[in-house]
């Protein structure tokens, strides 16, 4: 946000790049960070007890089986550390860090593009896995919102064990999924010795700026990744604005409702503006293409000056300068988002 007041001289934007849920965090959030700002003298907890209590009764999981992280990118760059695979299969587009953590230990990375004449969806029969290979995907995905199903998934996980593959499937966005829909790949750990999931509670509760989340696998695995992260990796308030909102079992509710309204109300909006092509996915983001004359970084710039920052995904492997993703939001900055694109691409 600075560095868009820094480009654009502007003071405030509303900000369309970021997928953190419009709701913000949950009122216990505040309160439990407000009770406990007396702990930040202390050390934190290094073993997260009253957290993992909560996440591992969610996910119905011996706390042998999860690990706490400084949000799931941490946990990423420890199990590429831990696994240091020779190569690696990821599906694009789909969220850069992967690849960046598996560089880091020089890791041979080989990318599986996703079609866009298939919606961007992730097919079983077509990943050419090879031994020793370690697997990422993003469900759902990230920027496409499209979701795996879970028998797409199993197939997958079965094709791997044959390769003696890794999979590390990234669950992020899961809450924000319908609850129908909803599927949650921890049934799987205790039958495959090659899987490894990610969840965030960065997003769905709102706290970025703290930084939290977890990993679930086999209780091997979570010691290696032990001995390898920070004593202290999670502090005290994440701690307890993550206890706080894993209690606040409501909120969830409404903020799948909530979602799920608002990103129908841009989807029939954006579809009047020609030359748009909204992809409808299923978390709290939607990814657009633009054949527009606009587009690419003279769109983002364009908005930006009317205060709508957006992001940009022609970075993405896979996409290019015609697409972009925008976060869900609030009924009012969904409003002014749509009435500024409509300016700027008219």
């Known amino acids: 946000m600075q560095a868009a007041r820094d480009k654009y001289g502007r003071k405030e934007y509303v900000d369309f790049s970021a997928n953190i849920n419009p709701l913000g965090p949950p009122p216990g959030v505040f309160r439990a960070i407000k009770e406990n700002l007396g702990q930040i003298v202390h050390y934190p907890d290094p073993a997260g007890t009253e957290l993992?209590?909560?996440?591992?009764?969610?996910?119905n999981i011996g706390p042998e089986c999860l690990i706490l992280g400084n949000g799931a990118v941490e946990l990423i760059y420890l199990v590429a550390h831990a696994l240091s695979p020779r190569s690696a299969l990821i599906p694009?587009?789909?969220?850069?860090?992967?690849?960046?953590?598996?560089?880091?230990?020089?890791?041979?990375?080989?990318?599986?593009?996703?079609?866009?004449?298939?919606?961007?969806?992730?097919?079983a029969n077509n990943l050419t896995l090879r031994e020793g290979d370690i697997l990422f995907i993003c469900n759902p995905n990230n920027p496409t919102g499209q979701l795996l199903p879970p028998e797409t998934f199993q197939q997958i996980l079965n094709f791997a064990e044959t390769r003696r593959a890794f999979v590390v499937v990234d669950e992020s966005f899961m809450d924000f999924v319908d609850i129908q829909r909803q599927w949650r790949a921890v049934q799987y750990v205790k039958k495959y010795q090659n899987l490894f999931i990610l969840y965030s509670l960065t997003k769905f509760y709102a706290i970025p700026?703290?930084?939290?989340?977890?990993?679930?696998g086999r209780p091997d695995l979570i010691e290696r990744l032990y001995r390898?992260?920070?004593?202290?990796?999670?502090?005290?308030?994440?701690?307890?604005?993550?206890?706080?909102?894993?209690?606040?079992?409501?909120?969830?509710?409404?903020?799948?409702?909530?979602?799920a309204s608002e990103r129908d109300f841009l989807v029939n909006e954006l579809v009047k503006i020609?030359?748009?092509?909204?992809f409808n996915?299923?978390?709290?983001?939607?990814?657009?293409?633009n054949q527009n004359a606009i587009y690419g970084t003279a769109l983002v710039e364009k908005l930006a000056r009317l205060g709508v920052l957006i992001r940009d995904c022609g970075n993405f492997p896979g996409l290019g300068e015609h697409y972009f993703r925008i976060a869900v939001k609030d009924r009012e900055s969904n409003t002014k988002l749509v009435r500024a694109l409509d300016q700027v691409l008219d």
Do not use: M
């Not at 999670?234 to 409404?254: T, W």
């Not at 020609?274 to 909204?278: N, T, V």
């Not at 996915?281 to 293409?289: I, M, P, R, V, Y």
């Open 52 to 59: 993992k209590s909560l996440l591992c009764k969610r996910f």
């Open 92 to 123: 694009v587009p789909t969220f850069s860090e992967y690849t960046c953590a598996l560089e880091a230990v020089q890791t041979k990375i080989r990318l599986h593009f996703l079609q866009r004449s298939e919606d961007f969806r992730l097919k």
């Open 209 to 216: 700026g703290l930084r939290l989340g977890c990993g679930i």
């Open 228 to 259: 390898l992260k920070d004593p202290w990796n999670v502090n005290s308030l994440a701690l307890v604005a993550g206890e706080a909102g894993l209690q606040d079992g409501e909120f969830g509710v409404h903020t799948r409702k909530y979602v």
């Open 274 to 278: 020609k030359g748009l092509h909204i």
């Open 281 to 289: 996915g299923t978390a709290n983001f939607l990814l657009l293409e």
